[in-house]
């Protein structure tokens, strides 16, 4: 038996950090993420491999269960792997390809895509098919496990798909919309830490809390009109709210001098609005660029890692090749 499955990772439009709060915030799906290739074995042993990373290994199972003490001095992408593994029993064991065809730790969904992916294809393997619900629940509850702190927006965007508004009871509600959505993703190849981002915001919302709230406040505003520039086609409107929520960011201390640069470059070239995207710290800037994206996109991808970033409407999928 063979099961390929694909998982998309996303991009924040608006509202990162502030979505923790409660906040509402806009997410897009992207036509990068993870595929995973499962190969049944007729042996016990687990064969992972994961290229991106250069990692492989071989475990046995035990009565079809694998045991894994999950290590929390060393958080690595491989862990949300072995915490799906071990969720199921099985009848034997198992080649487990994940490939990671995305930009690993830059802000862009990449451990969530993983083990979307991976949940999807071992839940098929092991007869216990899931609804798009419950992987959205059973893979945020492993992010929150291992990042510490987690919004539903990663683990949601990549089950799920298309473009959602989260608002603030963390309804995931898609949105509407005609326009086009011409987006630049450039890559300062620092890694921002999510769990360690998320936590020095707290502390800045515990030192100034007066300070803060207002930042949040702003932020929530921010996304609740983009929300409405992007049903009405209000570019300019549209562009405008990513400078300012980039601004915001900035004021929560999660933007760096690299990320800065970035979003300054990409103005320059000819970028309507631009800020970071996810977490921050390093990881990634979007570039909404409206006009003349192929000129912009020729500069900045000759100073970053650089792609054009397309929708995935589509979220997790899997199908079985070979029975
Ligand atoms: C990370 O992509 C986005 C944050 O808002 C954290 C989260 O939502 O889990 C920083």
């Known amino acids: 038996m063979k099961i390929k499955a694909f998982a998309p990772g ?4 608006f509202g990162e950090h502030t979505v923790v709060y409660n906040k509402p915030a806009i997410a897009v799906a992207i036509n990068r993420g993870v595929d995973v290739t499962l190969t049944s074995r007729s042996d016990d042993i687990v064969n992972i491999n994961v290229e991106t990373i250069n990692y492989s290994k071989k475990l046995k199972l035990n009565n079809g269960k694998l045991v894994y003490e999950y ?17 199921f029993e099985y009848e034997g064991g198992f080649d487990l390809s994940v490939d990671i065809k995305m930009y ?17 294809a071992l839940a098929l393997y092991s007869g216990n098919d899931l609804s798009l619900d419950e992987i959205a629940k059973i893979a945020r509850s492993i992010e929150i496990k291992i990042q510490g702190a987690a919004s539903p927006i990663d683990t949601a965007m990549s089950t799920y798909g298309g473009i959602i508004y989260i608002d603030e009871n963390s309804n995931l ?16 190849e620092i890694a921002g830490n999510t769990g ?7 502390n800045k919302y515990e030192k100034y809390p007066e300070v803060l709230e207002h930042i949040f406040t702003a ?6 009109d983009a929300k409405k520039a992007l049903e009405d086609g209000n570019s300019q409107k549209l562009a405008d709210l990513m400078n300012i929520n980039q601004g915001l960011l900035d004021a929560m201390g999660v933007n760096t001098a690299e990320l800065s640069d970035m979003v300054y470059q990409s103005r320059k070239f000819g970028s309507a609005g631009s800020k970071l995207t996810g977490s921050g710290g390093g990881g990634c800037i979007i570039a909404y660029t409206p006009d003349d994206i192929d000129y912009v996109y020729v500069k900045l991808s000759k100073l970053y890692p650089t792609f054009m970033c397309e929708q995935s409407q589509s979220g997790v999928y899997a199908e079985i090749i070979d029975e």
Do not use: H, W
């Not at 509600?173 to 300062?188: E, H, R, T």
């Not at 360690?196 to 707290?202: G, I, T």
């Open 173 to 188: 509600n898609p949105i509407d919309f005609d326009m086009k959505l011409p987006l630049l993703v450039s890559n300062c």
């Open 196 to 202: 360690k981002l998320v936590a020095s915001v707290r």
């Open 71 to 87: 290590d929390d001095s060393q958080k690595q992408i491989t862990d949300y792997i072995y915490e799906v593994i071990s969720l």
């Open 219 to 224: 932020t929530a505003n921010v996304a609740i």
């Open 104 to 120: 690993l730790g830059a802000g862009l969904g990449s451990s969530a895509a993983v083990t979307v992916s991976t949940l999807k």
């Open 10 to 13: 996303k991009i924040i439009l």
